[in-house]
């Protein structure tokens, strides 16, 4: 199939949903691909057995859906970049574990969050020093690109709202100087409109692109509660739309919708999916149809 493909991240869906009905659930609501979450216990965790991922694996595949990528709220907790050694020690045990997981999955990329100089919706959280930071991740990525290689997974650095690498001529430069293949960047279209333009992001950062999150964002008031549904808020799309064209990406897309609706949870996955086809010009009956044969 040509162009990009439509992904949906396993946080949009209600708390406690099972593997079995979140996939059910995507391929129901026309999604290609479904984005599992790494936690600490449940159904893709820490401590998930091979044979339980390959169970999830076969599953998806079974419902033709593809599991192209793995997020984790966990490097939240334990900041990659941290003044402590034995949380990066932790964060980076992660980051390898999560790596392991997305390879018997089959997904292609993890998503990472290189760390936090500050954060606002985590607590309690630490203040680190910015050049430290950097220096930190910079390290900490690099050293593990080559277990990426060998897994055959790509790292997708994540543009989150974590007072660090703040524009996207400094991740070009942060993922240039790592310069490794098998990592690049995960960007999102959402978080970037706090403090610039996605599409602006997109032409800058082009081929280091991995992987895209989709969701949308109002400027005014601001804020984590900002955050909206597709089409509610200020993402120009078109001009979104036309940058991922231009830089001939053809990977997914994947709606991160956080939080869920309080009622009727699983309306928000249909709705997410009617505005994709929207917004990328995409027919979701025809694609259905090409994902299951």
Known sequence: MNGPRK???YWSFREGTSADEAVRLAAQAGYEGLEFCLAEEGAVSLTSTGRELTRIRDLARDAGIG???????LV??????????????????????QIDVANALGAQTVLVVPGYVGVDFVSPSEVVAYDAAYGRAL??????????AD??????????WNKFLLS????????????????GAYFDIG????????????RILGNRIRAVHVKDYRRSPGGFDSFVDLLSGDVDFPAVNRALSEIGYDG???AEMMPPYRFHSDQLIYNTSAAMDRIFGWSSATRTQERLT
């Open 139 to 148: 390290e900490s990525i690099a050293s593990l690109a080559d277990h990426a």
């Open 67 to 73: 599991l192209p990528s793995l997020a984790s709220w």
């Open 7 to 9: 992904g949906i991240n």
């Open 191 to 202: 978080n970037a409109l706090l403090t610039g333009y996605p599409e602006q992001w997109i």
């Open 76 to 97: 939240w907790e334990n900041n990659l970049v941290s003044d402590d050694a034995r949380t990066r020690g932790r964060a980076m045990e992660i980051i390898r574990r």
């Open 168 to 183: 996207p001529l400094e991740m070009r430069s942060f993922l240039d100087e790592i310069g490794h293949p098998h990592v």
């Open 151 to 160: 897994a055959g997974v790509q790292i997708g650095v994540d543009n989150v």
């Open 252 to 254: 997914y897309i994947s």
